[in-house]
């Protein structure tokens, strides 16, 4: 294996994407982008029997080529799926439990089907008051030097204690976890409360679902941002929709997924990913990512007791690397509020999580070499994000720059362009 890549003008992330494909082989077309005698014998198809006869002739053609599709045959229960059986235990668990009645009638009004699918996908939170820049912490409140990890380990220390129902669990979360977010927990809160699961995603996302639809609270550890998507299904159709799905009866109020994303420089490209752009697109769900201690800590805990499901991506970059006085008591910092980290007048700048730390360098060096001054926001969430907060600094700059570690083609930055766009330059 020759890895070594020649970057040229090509960045890691665009070597990355253009290794991900084979060569297409040249398919010669004339017009329309179909080459098609216009004597060729024709019948009348409609969608699905086209492909149909798409697949027949593959068959035909290529006779290494199969279609997999389940056996209808009847199969034991230990040829099913962790996903499909976990669900199955979901299911039995909760319709044996509550009635099922469905009030799925919509009142429109002035709200469009899918607007009303958004709204009623999510539970109320209640407020969170703040003084300035999204937090309230008195500046007399004692404080410990803590790091990234050490701060999220605080605030799942203080969930633990406050609250008798919440359990934490994912793959080696016991013994502390590959990062050591869950250092000391299992000793002081016991092994009922913080345990070590399988290595299966789809059953710690089918556990929490189950667990936090009967009333629980969920802290469930995806070891990887990069292996959350075998659980994906159980995320966004289960987590996501059980509140829409069953008129408000019921929901995964109180879950919440902790997930370490992004890149450090060795990971490859199973352990360096930022998958936060497919869930973002989920009515019903909540995306954090904070940047700092105080926001790690203080946003956390506000997922926890949060009413709706929420996914919490920890930049594993920063881990160790950012440190700072955070508050030991305990305090929320509401969900859907960007942070204002440096004020400026020429230009908006607008990112999260790790990306942050690039950002206030770049903005730095851009007053002190060039005389521009930023103003930086880290939105802190991106689902909710903070619209207002970013609209009001363009209409004072008039320029915005944003920047993500993701993938740039339907990245997030994508989202935010294309409101700000609406907002501020064409109204």
């Known amino acids: 294996m020759n890895t070594r890549l020649r970057l040229s003008t090509l960045s890691p992330l665009q070597h990355i994407i253009k290794r991900s494909y084979a060569t297409t082989p040249t398919i010669t077309t004339t017009n329309n982008n179909i080459n098609i005698s216009p004597d060729a014998p024709t019948k009348k198809m409609n969608l699905f029997t086209a492909i149909n006869n798409a697949m027949d002739i593959a068959l035909e053609t290529n006779k290494n080529r199969y279609f997999l599709t389940p056996s209808s045959s ?171 799905r069953s008129g408000n009866q019921f929901a995964c109020a109180g879950l919440t997924i902790r997930a370490p994303y992004g890149a450090v420089g060795h990971g490859a490209h199973y352990h360096s990913q930022s998958p936060e752009n497919y869930f973002v697109h989920t009515p019903g769900l909540k995306v954090v990512i904070p940047s700092t201690p105080i926001q790690a800590k203080g946003l956390l805990l506000a997922s926890i007791r949060d009413p709706n499901p929420v996914i919490f991506f920890e930049p594993k970059w920063l881990y160790r690397s950012a440190v700072e006085e955070v508050p030991i008591d305990d305090y929320m910092i509401p969900l859907g509020k960007a942070r204002i980290v440096r004020e400026g007048s ?82």
């Open 346 to 427: 020429d230009v908006t700048v607008v990112g999260s999580g790790a990306q942050m730390w690039v950002l206030e360098n770049a903005c730095h060096l851009a007053e002190q070499k060039l005389g521009i001054r930023c103003e930086l926001i880290d939105l802190c969430s991106l689902l909710p994000w903070d619209v207002e907060a970013v609209e009001a600094s363009v209409r004072k700059t008039g320029r915005l720059v944003i920047s993500h570690e993701a993938q740039k083609t339907s990245g997030f930055a994508s989202e935010i362009a294309t409101t700000i766009q609406e907002r501020c330059f064409l109204s």
């Open 74 to 244: 009847s199969s034991s229960s230990s040829s099913l799926s962790p996903c499909f059986t976990s669900c199955s235990f979901i299911y039995l668990v909760l319709f044996r439990k509550f009635p099922l009645k469905m009030y799925t009638r919509l009142r429109l009004s002035t709200l469009s089907p899918l607007q009303h699918i958004i709204k009623r996908s999510y539970a109320t939170t209640p407020t969170i008051t703040t003084t300035n820049n999204n937090i309230n912490i008195s500046p007399d409140a004692p404080t410990k030097k803590m790091n990234l990890f050490t701060a999220i380990n605080n605030a799942m220390d203080i969930a633990l204690e406050t609250d008798p129902k919440a359990v934490i669990f994912g793959e080696d979360v016991g013994f502390g976890g590959v990062f050591r977010c869950t250092t000391g927990l299992r000793d002081k809160h016991g092994a009922n409360r913080v345990f070590n699961t399988p290595l299966c995603e789809q059953g710690i996302a089918g556990l929490a679902v189950g667990y936090t639809a009967a009333g629980g609270t969920a802290i469930a550890e995806i070891q990887f941002a990069d292996y959350i998507f075998p659980a994906f299904d159980q995320i966004v159709n289960e987590a996501a929709k059980y509140r829409y």
